[in-house]
């Protein structure tokens, strides 16, 4: 990726809003694997650490900040070991052996640690909080290289979802689907997925975060895929929902109520919006169609101040995107956390704005954890059309994912060159 760190980190400094206290940011170290070995796990340095350095291999490095002295980087002394077993070079940066002797000559004064922590070095816990939640801040609108990088993402995540249309069909395995999908994102430079593939068959397609299992989709089933290719730290995160074979009149309908309600949320993503308008604007289009459609009571307004959409709506409607899932997402500046259930998995409460990344994900679901629930179905009685309902269990669900960038008017699409179409092309 073709970032100038010097640049980005001159721009960084005047938002964290520091006085005299010392800025570390800390990547890590690495950890033994699990079992009698000296093999380690891959390191990942912390996502904090490698914004502002590009480093990715850099365990135990440290970025510090001295506002009277400007920045310096710590990096760790290559051994002789390392070059022959693993080819490592000597990483620019001043050797981590003279940190030590670096902070002792501010000593006295505030530390604010961020990254991952720094042995032996206390930080200022208040101020951390602070300083991480204007880094945090400052990080959100995407740089003009940043973009670029995501768009080579959002390249070979379409290659993937077009590899696999004719694999779409009754009798083919979640992993066979996974394998496919993730080699044709290799093929066309990813260097892994940008998190586990979820893809799910039948009933496993409410399951948000499940692994893809030896289940065959039969005739008839959902099959969501929720994935994306990653390029140096960057990540995609689409999802995509498909029938194996011919849908039902109801799966249509459900496929077209989220789809409407994707588009429309996706129409609303412009600088100055609320982010908690857009995803509330969600719900209201989500079960306004599910009312329509025969299966929840009243109107949408009251059911969702009630938290009813919850039953098939129980999650946010997106987050922030970058440099990992969800970077940056949460709270605008002075905000505290809105303590509603119905808010409790919304990944970030803020205001858009130009050059932000961020999801747009509506989906409905049929979950038997809530559905079967008993309080539930008590408190919601009135709510919700439960011979219909219970039909649907095992159903699955559906969601539509899109990846957008924000910009001074419409919204820019990155990810829509792949096709949204229930019945694979």
Known sequence: ??????????????????????????????????????????????????????????????????PASGWISFVPTVTETEQIWEGRQQLPGEPLAKFPAWLGARAGRRVVMLGAPVAGVRSDAARTAAVRAAYQHARRPKELAEINLMRRCASATTAGYAAIQSLLRPGVSERRLQIELEAEYFRHGAQVTGYDSIIGSGPNAA??????????????????????????????????????????????????????AEWRAIDRCRPGAEWRDIHFGAAVDLIDGLITMG????????????????????????????????????LEPGRTKDPRPCLASLRQDLIVRAGYIVTIEPGLYFIPALLNDPVRRKKYRDCVNWPLADK???????RLEDNLLITATAPENLTAAIPKTLIPA
Do not use: W
């Open 207 to 260: 399951v948000f975060h499940g692994a893809p299992s030896a289940r065959v989709a039969q005739a008839g089933e959902f099959i969501l895929i929720d994935s994306g290719a990653q390029l140096d730290r960057y990540v995609i995160d689409v999802t995509r929902t498909y029938i194996a074979g011919e849908p039902s009149a109801f799966q249509r309908d459900l496929y077209q109520n989220v789809l409407n």
């Open 295 to 330: 299966l929840m009571k009243g109107s949408a307004t009251s059911l969702i101040e009630q938290e009813a959409h919850m039953l098939f709506f129980p999650h946010g409607i997106g987050h922030m995107l970058g440099l990992g899932v969800r970077d940056a997402s949460g």
């Open 1 to 66: 990726m073709n970032v100038d760190y010097v640049a980005r980190r001159a721009r960084i400094a005047p938002a964290l809003g520091l006085t005299d206290e010392i800025f570390l940011v800390g990547a890590g170290d690495p950890l033994a694997k699990p079992e009698i070995s000296d093999a380690m796990l891959p390191f990942i340095a912390h996502q904090e650490y490698y914004y502002l350095t590009g480093l990715a291999d850099a365990s135990g490095g440290i970025i510090a900040y001295d």
């Open 392 to 398: 649907c269990l095992g159903l699955g669900g559906v």
